[in-house]
């Protein structure tokens, strides 16, 4: 008799133990989703910062450009991506994307990643945070105004992390975004066509970030190295996708779950 009692007994502690847990669980849910609501829906992808290069099987390498948008370079390198299907980010300053909004414009209609190079590219070696974090806001602002979007990427003028480059980041919401091991092939510099395509075809692998530049004195080795340069890696299979293309990808290899949007609220 004691014995089915004390059976009673552990099964009533059981039950009432199990049902406090499954309501401080889905108290744990709900509070965890409503602060998810504030800037993402459905499954985070977007949290690794820095990113410099993003682990993918498929043949898939993202090329950016940064210190545009200009007038010319910058719709001469379009013409070159949409020749191979290609979608680039560009890093984007704030200044020239207010004198040049129609190229923004451009860049976001036809499905290209814009992202955050802060307002005027000031030197990242003597700022602090919170000038930073004006910076950066500035330029948020500006693209928001020409997209109806806010940047989700953000990339430092020259790559440079140091402690306000990282904290202003992390304040204003934004994933670092750096490049991969040898894909900076110095454009900027014109050190002839060849010397470019070959800089970036010879180490090429899925899932690499390539740091080139659509601005400056004169981007034509540029534009004409990466004709070649797409011309080559497609016939090896590569396609060539935004920053946010290569981590949905990482995610969906992984998981199989599907990304949602990032979505950066003012
Ligand atoms: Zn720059």
Not at 49 to 70: C, M, Q, R, W
Not at 71 to 100: C, D, E, H, I, M
Not at 205 to 234: C, F, W
Request: some cysteine; aromatic content about 8%.
């Amino acid at each position: 008799m004691n014995g089915k009692k004390t059976l009673i007994n552990i099964s009533l502690l059981v039950l009432f133990l199990s049902a406090i847990l499954a309501k401080e669980t889905n108290t744990e849910h709900a509070s965890m989703n409503s602060s998810m609501n504030v800037r993402h829906r459905g499954i985070n992808c977007f949290s690794a910062s820095p990113l410099y290069k993003v682990n993918v099987k498929e043949k898939l390498i993202a090329f950016t450009f940064d210190d545009g948008p200009h007038p010319v370079y910058t719709r001469n390198v379009l013409k070159v991506l949409n020749k191979y299907q290609g979608k680039g980010t560009f890093f984007v300053t704030g200044q020239r994307a207010q004198s040049f909004s129609s190229v923004i414009k451009e860049l976001d209609g036809q499905g290209h990643e814009i992202g955050n190079h802060t307002f005027s590219h000031p030197s990242m070696r003597k700022i602090t945070s919170l000038q930073l974090q004006k910076e950066i806001q500035k330029a948020d602002d500006t693209i928001y105004s020409l997209t109806g979007k806010y940047p989700v990427f953000f990339r430092p003028p020259a790559g440079i992390q140091n402690s306000a480059v990282i904290s202003a980041a992390k304040k204003k919401n934004h994933i670092i975004v750096i490049w991969s091991k040898n894909q900076d092939p110095k454009d900027w510099a014109n050190p002839g066509i060849e010397t470019i395509v070959r800089r970036v075809t010879q180490h090429a692998e899925p899932g690499q970030i390539v740091l080139m530049h659509d601005s400056g004195v004169n981007r034509t080795q540029t534009v004409k190295a990466l004709e070649k340069i797409l011309s080559i890696l497609s016939k090896q299979g590569y396609k060539f996708v935004t920053i946010s293309d290569l981590v949905r990808q990482s995610t969906k290899e992984k998981t199989g779950d599907e990304c949602v949007d990032l979505v950066i609220k003012p």
